[in-house]
């Protein structure tokens, strides 16, 4: 509630101060807050300017990839009087860019893939709190002396020798006789 106070506030007069009092919080409390405000519109601005440089990119190494690919076409005569050493230098230059635009998809998809894992794990670990918070974790198991013979005899048999836990003293803790 205060954050939206705050960015109200602030948007109407321009004043941190006043979006403090208002808010009933610090100035500098309002501070940090617009400031982190800036830098997440910032990170989305240079998100968006990135895909759109990105979709830039492409279009031009497409356009490359299609030019030098029609230079090299058996279909044009002029292909055929090129010399040799400037047909390899086309052919490497489209190798190049096919290169680059294939290393960019892989990049693109591995950034999603990456967002979309770290989504999830946030929703992981809210899900886990929220159980946590509703049910909370006792670390005291109790249990009969029958249930500690049993265990014992289990234990033995992974461990090859007999496991006595002994009597339980008063604490609940065996004495280890």
Known sequence: MQVEIIA???????????????AGCSPDAVALRLKADANRKRSELHARACERGVREGRRHM????????????????????MDPKDIA????ALTSATKLRLDLA???????????????????????????????????VV??????????????????????LGPVDQDGRGTGR
């Open 8 to 22: 109200r506030v602030h948007e109407e007069t321009g004043n941190a101060s006043e979006a403090a009092r208002q």
């Open 62 to 81: 497409t356009a490359t990839s299609r030019l030098l690919a029609s230079i090299l076409s058996t279909e044009k005569p002029d292909a055929l009087v």
């Open 89 to 92: 230098a086309i052919a490497n």
């Open 106 to 140: 892989a990049t693109l998809r591995k950034n999603a893939l990456g967002r979309l894992t770290r989504e999830k794990t946030r929703a992981e670990v809210a899900i886990l709190r929220h159980r946590l918070e509703q049910s909370p974790v006792d670390d005291r």
């Open 143 to 164: 249990m009969t002396y029958e249930a500690r013979e049993r265990l014992a005899a289990e234990l033995s048999r992974f461990v090859g020798r007999p496991l006595g």
